[in-house]
Antibody, heavy 120, light 113 residues
Framework: EVQLVESGGGLVQPGGSLRLSCAASGFTFNDFAMHWVRQGPGRGLEWVSGISWNGANMGYADSMKGRISISRDNAKSSLYLEINSLRPEDTAFFFC?????????????WGQGTLVTVSS | DIVMTQSPDSLPVSLGERATINCKSSQSVVHSSNNKNYLAWYQQKPGQPPKLLISWASTRESGVPDRFSGSGSGTDFTLTISSLQAEDVAVYYCQQYHSSPLTFGPGTKVDIK
C-alpha cells in the first residue's frame, strides 16, 4: 500500500523558514517523480514544485520561485521542500504527491498534508 | 503558463441525474511525441486529499466507478458523472501535466439539488 507521510509543518513567523519532509513507502520511490501541492484555507489546489525520479530535473511555481528548494533522497525514500521568506499568504496545507511515472504524469497518490501557518 | 478554467463553479444535481463539468486549457495539452492529452481529473471530498479519477483525459483509474467518464481533446475537456450518487458530493479539479508549471483548474463544487 502506498503511503506518503508529511511532517515539518507548523506555526512560523513571517520571514521565517521551514523544511517539510515526506516519508514514502509501498512503492519503488526512485522510479517516480514526486511533487508538492498546496491548498490554502477554502481555496483550490496549487502545484508548488516537482522533481524527477533521479533529482536531475526540478520545477517550481512562479508564486514561490526563489524562495523554495525541492530535493529527494532515494536511499531514504524521502522528499523534502525548503521554504524561506515565508509570507502570511503561504498559509496552506502542503501535500506530498506521487507522480504516475518518472517524469510528466498525473498525481496518483496524495499524502494527508501538513499545515503551514504563517502568522505573527 | 497554461491557464485552466472550469465551468460551472457550482453544480447542484439531483440524485441519479447526470453531472457534466467542463474544463478548458489556454493552449493544447496534446504532446506531439505520443498524441496523448496530458489532462487529469481529481475528486476532493471535505477534509480529504484529492483523489485521481482520470488521467490522459479519458483513462479511468483502477477502482473508480464506471459512472465517471472523461472526454475531450486539445483544449476542451469534460468530466461526466452519469448518475450522481450521494458519495459523489465533492469538488472536482482538472489539471494539465503537459508542461511546467503544472496547473489546476479552480474547481467545480458538485452537490445534491
Amino acid at each position: 500500500e502506498v503511503q506518503l507521510v508529511e511532517s515539518g509543518g507548523g506555526l512560523v513567523q513571517p520571514g521565517g523558514s521551514l523544511r517539510l519532509s515526506c516519508a514514502a513507502s509501498g512503492f519503488t520511490f526512485n522510479d517516480f517523480a514526486m511533487h508538492w501541492v498546496r491548498q490554502g484555507p477554502g481555496r483550490g489546489l496549487e502545484w508548488v514544485s516537482g522533481i524527477s525520479w533521479n533529482g536531475a530535473n526540478m520545477g517550481y511555481a512562479d508564486s514561490m520561485k526563489g524562495r523554495i528548494s525541492i530535493s529527494r533522497d532515494n536511499a531514504k525514500s524521502s522528499l523534502y521542500l525548503e521554504i524561506n521568506s515565508l509570507r502570511p499568504e503561504d498559509t496552506a496545507f502542503f501535500f506530498c504527491v506521487k507522480g504516475a511515472n518518472w517524469n510528466l504524469g498525473a498525481f496518483d497518490f496524495w499524502g494527508q498534508g501538513t499545515l503551514v501557518t504563517v502568522s505573527s | 503558463d497554461i491557464v485552466m478554467t472550469q465551468s460551472p463553479d457550482s453544480l447542484p444535481v439531483s440524485l441519479g441525474e447526470r453531472a457534466t463539468i467542463n474544463c478548458k486549457s489556454s493552449q493544447s495539452v496534446v504532446h506531439s511525441s505520443n498524441n496523448k492529452n496530458y489532462l487529469a481529473w481529481y475528486q476532493q471530498k471535505p477534509g480529504q486529499p484529492p483523489k485521481l479519477l482520470i488521467s490522459w483525459a479519458s483513462t479511468r483509474e483502477s477502482g473508480v466507478p464506471d459512472r465517471f467518464s472523461g472526454s475531450g481533446s486539445g483544449t476542451d475537456f469534460t468530466l461526466t458523472i452519469s448518475s450522481l450518487q450521494a458519495e459523489d458530493v465533492a469538488v472536482y479539479y482538472c489539471q494539465q501535466y503537459h508542461s511546467s508549471p503544472l496547473t489546476f483548474g479552480p474547481g467545480t463544487k458538485v452537490d445534491i439539488k
